[in-house]
């Protein structure tokens, strides 16, 4: 089983819809959990921190099951920036040191007007 | 806003040769990796480094991988002997603290090799 699994996509959205991406991961000892973004062959940007009780960032919702080992990206009203690939990322507790990054492949959004 | 810098941003070399990829780091931050992205696959860790000593390392770091932190602002990845399957695009970041904290990325370096 991977690590960090994510429905590659793409998914293809008018401007104002809202979308929602999932995660799941497999270490559920994890301790961190993020989701970056990237565009085409950029680095990746860290759009929001995922916190147990959920936390929001303007128009991006994020929330974490941890029972169930799954995390979710929520964008409203998309604008035509928001394209891009979307990662999703975890610092599982494989050691004690808590440094690596375990990149899902990401999820591809393309809004359109 | 501070930013991680890379250079060189394209680096073509032969197989068989040594490169070095450069990178400084967010200069309050104490903890520096290196990630690398195949072409269409996902970012893989390579190796964490703190207080001049590598913290954690992955799988795919072996023999040939080496990292140095040659002075106060310069972070560096060698790879000794290139072979085809290394290129990637190899990005630098940095953490101001390290375990478990937001970690910023350099615009990445893209290694071809022939």
């Known amino acids: 089983r991977k690590e960090v699994e994510q429905d590659p996509g793409p998914f293809n959205v008018p401007e104002g819809a809202t979308v929602a991406f999932n995660c799941t991961y497999s270490n559920s000892a994890s301790q961190s959990f993020f989701w970056y973004r990237q565009d085409c062959r950029k680095e990746p940007k860290l759009l929001m921190s995922v916190y147990s009780s959920g936390n929001e960032d303007g128009r991006f919702t994020a929330q974490l099951n941890r029972a169930s080992q799954y995390i979710s990206l929520l964008i409203r009203d998309s604008k035509l920036s928001d394209s891009a690939t979307y990662l999703c990322v975890v610092i599982p507790l494989a050691n004690q040191a808590g440094t690596a990054l375990i990149f899902g492949k990401g999820t591809t959004l393309s809004v359109s007007s | 806003e501070p930013e991680v810098t890379q250079t060189p941003s394209h680096q073509v070399t032969q197989m068989g040769q040594e490169v070095i990829l450069r990178c400084v780091p967010i200069s309050n931050h104490l903890y520096f990796y290196w990630y690398r992205q195949i072409l269409g696959q996902k970012v893989e860790f390579l190796v964490s480094?703190?207080?001049?000593?590598?913290?954690?390392k992955s799988e795919i770091f072996d023999d040939q991988f080496s990292v140095e932190r040659p002075d106060g602002s310069n972070f560096t990845l060698k790879i000794r002997s290139t072979k085809l399957e290394d290129s990637a695009m190899y990005f630098c970041?940095?953490?101001?603290?390290?375990?478990?904290?937001?970690?910023?990325f350099g615009p990445g370096t893209r290694l071809l090799v022939l």
């Open positions: 970041a940095s953490s101001e603290l390290g375990r478990w904290e937001t970690q910023y």
């Open positions: 480094f703190y207080n001049n000593e590598i913290s954690e």
